[in-house]
């Protein structure tokens, strides 16, 4: 069975850093995705990477301030978070999947999910 392990998320003030951590199981992931959902608003994809390429994909809202970056040997992939701001603050999913869309970030294009991990930033 295919699994997505998120960790990392937490509580932190404006101006700080988190890092995202997503492992996966048991699947052989071409790219990741992240996204994130805040009370009462849309999923929405923030970034995303491609494995074998490297490439990375960021929404305007956090370019410049949260980076993709990914350890195959691991099967891990990072987000890394920086100058965090209050309305950064939602549940924050990694994601994968086949579709050849994935750049844009639309959540309907990716199939497999982890369990999602909170970040909280207080102004």
């Known amino acids: 069975q295919v699994q997505l392990v998120e960790s990392g998320g937490g509580s932190v003030q404006a101006g700080g850093s988190l890092r995202l951590s997503c492992t996966v199981f048991k699947y052989p992931y071409t790219f990741m995705g992240w996204f994130r959902q805040a009370p009462g608003r849309e999923r929405e994809g923030v970034a995303a990477i491609h494995r074998r390429l490297g490439t990375t994909y960021y929404i305007d809202s956090v370019k410049g301030r949260f980076t993709s970056s990914q350890d195959s040997a691991k099967n891990t992939v990072y987000l890394q978070m920086n100058s965090l701001k209050a309305e950064d603050t939602a549940m924050y999913y990694c994601?994968?999947?086949?579709?050849?869309?994935?750049?844009?970030?639309?959540?309907?294009?990716?199939?497999?999910w982890g369990q999602g991990t909170q970040v909280t930033v207080s102004s």
């Open positions: 994601a994968t999947g086949t579709s050849p869309n994935w750049w844009q970030m639309r959540p309907g294009d990716f199939t497999v």
